[in-house]
């Protein structure tokens, strides 16, 4: 049986090694311990790496489905599909502990506004001992059509102060993976930040939903197989969903 427990807030910096164990001078741990059903006893006390998986978005219902809030969307989806409860307040973020299979995952959605997303991101890492390769961040991306996703291990920042300020907080760290979600560039002049503040047309909200469902199973697949060819074979069919033949 899988099980996990919440801690208090605690803020200490994110270490560049990459242990799997919460601190001992932590009161309480997020357990990774799980018992498999196999009668050889080398195999009764299995233990998985963890991941968190961040959803970035502004806190607050005027926010709520606006263009620069999908990551926070696929947060809830994800939370509602597992059946994990985001209850918890920690390290100013909204949280939730729960798995994907046996494996433990922590959904957070931080609620110190986008710009100071790290805030959040660096100091659970770190109070979990998250590795990096293991620690998912969810944002919009203007660079991908809407309603298209994206599965990479790591990149840069490409401008957004979200992901700016999370990268920051990982001593400037850039390899941990990526699920970006697609919101298009915005029409004509319109200003950028007019843009992300924007609500969907009714056609772009259902691209957008049918890509939280399509992001919730990527997601599955690389928490319990990591980036192997299903995420390749996922990508690619992203790539080209809205191409006409």
Request: glycine share 10%; charged share 20%.
């Given at each position: 049986m899988l099980s996990a427990i919440s801690a208090p807030n605690i803020l200490i910096p994110y270490p560049k090694t990459t242990h799997f164990r919460a601190s001992r001078v932590a009161p309480t741990r997020?357990?990774?311990s799980a018992v498999a059903s196999?009668?050889?006893?080398?195999?009764t006390n299995l233990e998985y790496t963890?991941?968190?998986?961040v959803g970035l978005g502004n806190p607050g219902i005027k926010y709520h489905g606006t263009r620069h809030n999908v990551?926070?969307?696929?947060?809830?989806?994800?939370s509602q599909k597992q059946g994990i409860l985001l209850n918890t307040i920690q390290s100013k973020a909204l949280i939730g502990i729960g798995s994907i299979g046996e494996v433990p995952i922590l959904l957070a959605k931080p609620q110190a506004y986008m710009n100071y997303?790290?805030?959040s991101v660096g100091p659970l890492a770190a109070y979990y001992k998250i590795p990096l390769r293991h620690i998912l961040l969810v944002y919009d991306e203007m660079s991908l059509p809407n309603g298209v996703l994206r599965l990479q291990p790591k990149a840069g920042h490409g401008h957004h102060n979200g992901v700016k300020s999370v990268m920051g907080?990982?001593?400037g760290r850039k390899e941990f993976p990526r699920l970006c979600i697609g919101i298009g560039n915005p029409p004509g002049n319109m200003d950028m930040k007019a843009f992300l503040l924007q609500k969907f047309s009714s056609t772009e909200r259902g691209q957008i939903d049918a890509a939280l469902e399509q992001g919730v199973?990527?997601?599955r697949s690389l928490v319990l197989s990591g980036f192997s060819?299903?995420?390749t074979r996922f990508n690619l069919g992203q790539k080209y969903k809205y191409h006409k033949v």
């Amino acid at each position: 049986m899988l099980s996990a427990i919440s801690a208090p807030n605690i803020l200490i910096p994110y270490p560049k090694t990459t242990h799997f164990r919460a601190s001992r001078v932590a009161p309480t741990r997020f357990r990774v311990s799980a018992v498999a059903s196999s009668p050889d006893p080398k195999e009764t006390n299995l233990e998985y790496t963890p991941w968190l998986i961040v959803g970035l978005g502004n806190p607050g219902i005027k926010y709520h489905g606006t263009r620069h809030n999908v990551g926070f969307e696929m947060i809830d989806k994800i939370s509602q599909k597992q059946g994990i409860l985001l209850n918890t307040i920690q390290s100013k973020a909204l949280i939730g502990i729960g798995s994907i299979g046996e494996v433990p995952i922590l959904l957070a959605k931080p609620q110190a506004y986008m710009n100071y997303s790290g805030e959040s991101v660096g100091p659970l890492a770190a109070y979990y001992k998250i590795p990096l390769r293991h620690i998912l961040l969810v944002y919009d991306e203007m660079s991908l059509p809407n309603g298209v996703l994206r599965l990479q291990p790591k990149a840069g920042h490409g401008h957004h102060n979200g992901v700016k300020s999370v990268m920051g907080h990982l001593d400037g760290r850039k390899e941990f993976p990526r699920l970006c979600i697609g919101i298009g560039n915005p029409p004509g002049n319109m200003d950028m930040k007019a843009f992300l503040l924007q609500k969907f047309s009714s056609t772009e909200r259902g691209q957008i939903d049918a890509a939280l469902e399509q992001g919730v199973e990527a997601v599955r697949s690389l928490v319990l197989s990591g980036f192997s060819d299903g995420i390749t074979r996922f990508n690619l069919g992203q790539k080209y969903k809205y191409h006409k033949v």
